[in-house]
């Protein structure tokens, strides 16, 4: 198993920022998108932003420009900064990893998720 394990989450008015982590831990795996998705309540889970190992980013239109994906590979960290945060963005916001882990003397894909940090945007 790949864990990831979110912190960051909180109450920001409208306009803050807010900066979140998210930190794999597991044995013998390798991490090829990291990345953060966001459900808000009554809606279904949507992207956010993700990042390769490579540095390639992807966002939402609706967060571009107010947030930046980065990642560390050695320390399997990603990082979401949330800026002109927006009521909009309240949700749970769940990070998420692919790549492969060594099971059994092979090699396999897998898709972890965290449990989720709430942000809640409201003055």
């Known amino acids: 198993q790949v864990q990831l394990v979110e912190s960051g989450g909180g109450l920001v008015q409208p306009g803050g920022s807010l900066r979140l982590s998210c930190a794999a831990s597991g044995s013998l795996f390798s991490i090829v998108t990291m990345g953060w998705y966001r459900q808000a309540p009554g809606q279904e889970r949507e992207l956010a932003a993700t990042?390769?190992?490579?540095?390639?980013?992807n966002y939402a239109d609706s967060v571009k420009g107010r947030f930046t994906i980065s990642r560390d590979n050695a320390k399997h960290t990603v990082w979401l900064q949330m800026n002109s945060l927006k009521r909009e963005d309240t949700a749970v916001y769940y990070c998420?990893?692919?790549?492969?882990?060594?099971?059994?003397?092979?090699?396999?894909?897998?898709?972890?998720w965290g449990q989720g940090t709430q942000v809640t945007v409201s003055s």
């Open positions: 990042i390769t190992s490579d540095g390639d980013t």
């Open positions: 998420t990893a692919d790549g492969t882990r060594f099971v059994n003397i092979r090699w396999k894909p897998f898709t972890s």
